[in-house]
């Protein structure tokens, strides 16, 4: 009995050992805050990077551009039921791009042992961040529709004033009579007009607020991507970041078109969302001799602003997007639309879910 005491501790102490010895060895192999020496072949990385810039160029402009091409293709057009299935394959895309993509990335960076413990290690910065740029998303998008709406009714209103008085004015008795009941007339069109006005405003606001939202999260990518001095990280990235940006132009351009911008200003924010994750790029490859991927600096920047990317893109795919259309009475009232908008808004979420393992 003694001996096998004897034996159990001398297992236990070597196994207490080994832990002691091994174990900080093998977390430290796991990850490490050191840059790894590693020989590639620096013309074979820059031509993975150029092709990655044309190809992501390319696959952003497409995106975007297709729901604005509702102008010139009817089958595009806002109004149309099939425009319903689009925004909501779309926003299942930005909704999973938030949730899978983007906010796993940034607790894995604010969480990093390459970060000193306190604080980072003893708080929930992600987690923090997301809501906290959530919240200022919801104040942002209240506040400049408000603000907006404001001033357009404003606006309106003094016109309608000032020909009431321009009425009054020049006319007699018999004249007033008739333009009283003529304007009561008008007064459900005023209604119906201040109605699409409104709504034309909020499209506006959620279209500004969502470019937002995707440019920080695409110039981020950009910059880790032109970074990267291995061929074979970039190689699975290309195919990735290229749906990754079809897909997000999709949901952008839906609601660019249904805001109803003129020609030039829809142009210009296709043209800024598609050449943000390039530039990053661009960006990426100048630094890439300084930049250190594993360095605390770029550790917190790169979280901080993934966490806040997620918040945004979280909160505009549930409230703007989704939350308004599924709500919307054409939809709820017409099985086929809404079985068709919710198969859309699954098949997105399921895709991006999937290049979320490469991307």
Not at 146 to 174: C, P, T, W
Not at 262 to 289: E, Y
Not at 326 to 336: G, I, K, T, V
Request: overall charge neutral.
């Amino acid at each position: 009995m003694i001996k096998s005491r004897a034996c159990s501790f001398n297992i236990l102490r070597m196994l207490f050992v080994f832990m002691l010895v091994f174990l900080p060895t093998i977390v430290s192999g796991d990850c490490t805050c050191d840059v790894e020496a590693t020989e590639t072949n620096k013309s074979e990385t820059l031509r993975y990077k150029l092709t990655s810039v044309a190809a992501i160029l390319f696959a952003g402009a497409v995106g975007v551009g297709i729901p604005l091409l509702g102008k010139k293709i009817p089958s595009l057009r806002p109004e149309n039921d099939i425009f319903f299935m689009i925004k909501a394959f779309a926003a299942g895309v930005i909704l999973a791009t938030g949730f899978i993509h983007i906010l796993p990335d940034a607790f894995e960076s604010l969480t990093s042992p390459c970060l000193n413990e306190n604080p980072w290690g003893n708080f929930p910065f992600a987690g923090f961040v997301a809501m906290m740029s959530a919240i200022a998303t919801l104040i942002v998008d209240s506040s400049a529709t408000g603000f907006y709406k404001r001033l357009h009714f404003n606006k309106s209103k003094q016109v309608i004033n000032g020909d009431e008085e321009m009425g009054d004015e020049h006319a007699g008795h018999i004249h007033v009579h008739t333009h009283a009941t003529h304007g009561h007339a008008h007064g459900s069109a005023n209604h119906s007009e201040e109605t699409n006005l409104a709504e034309l405003i909020r499209f506006r606001v959620i279209s500004q607020v969502l470019e937002l939202g995707i440019v920080a999260h695409s110039v981020i990518i950009g910059i880790s991507l032109g970074a990267s001095g291995n061929p074979e990280t970039i190689k699975p990235l290309i195919a990735a970041l290229s749906f990754h940006q079809f897909f997000e132009g999709m949901g952008l351009g839906g609601c660019i078109s249904q805001a109803q911008f003129k020609t030039r200003s829809a142009a210009i924010m296709a043209t800024f969302f598609s050449l943000t994750t390039p530039v990053g790029i661009a960006i990426g490859t100048g630094i890439s001799s300084v930049y250190k991927e594993n360095s605390p600096t770029a550790l917190i920047v790169q979280g901080i602003f993934e966490a806040a990317s997620a918040g945004i893109l979280v909160y505009m795919a549930l409230v703007d997007l989704l939350a308004a259309d599924f709500m919307n009475p054409r939809l709820q009232n017409n099985l086929r639309i809404q079985l068709g908008a919710n198969l859309s808004l699954l098949i997105g979420a399921g895709c991006m879910s999937v290049l979320a393992k490469w991307a």
